[in-house]
């Protein structure tokens, strides 16, 4: 893990496409800008770690459907 102190206009670049801006920083909350290209996804941390856990709660659930059973008869 990289740990980098910035102040606030001042940026982070990963690799030649994302841009991070540091916007503001009060007290413990720091405001970012993410300049990204429009396929890459960006989350944030919990939310991302939500859609996980539910995608593995819809395949373990998954995996208890018989999907012979479930296709219709043609």
Do not use: C, F, W
């Not at 856990?53 to 479930?70: C, I, K």
């Amino acid at each position: 893990m990289l740990v980098l102190t910035r102040k606030p206009r001042q940026q982070i670049m990963i690799g030649d496409q994302i841009v991070i801006n540091v916007v503001e920083v009060q007290g413990e909350n720091v405001r970012i800008a993410i300049d990204a290209p429009k396929d890459i996804k960006i989350y944030r941390g919990e939310i991302y770690r939500a859609i996980q856990e539910e995608n593995q709660r819809a395949a373990t659930q998954l995996g208890d459907v018989d999907l012979h059973s479930a296709l219709p008869l043609k």
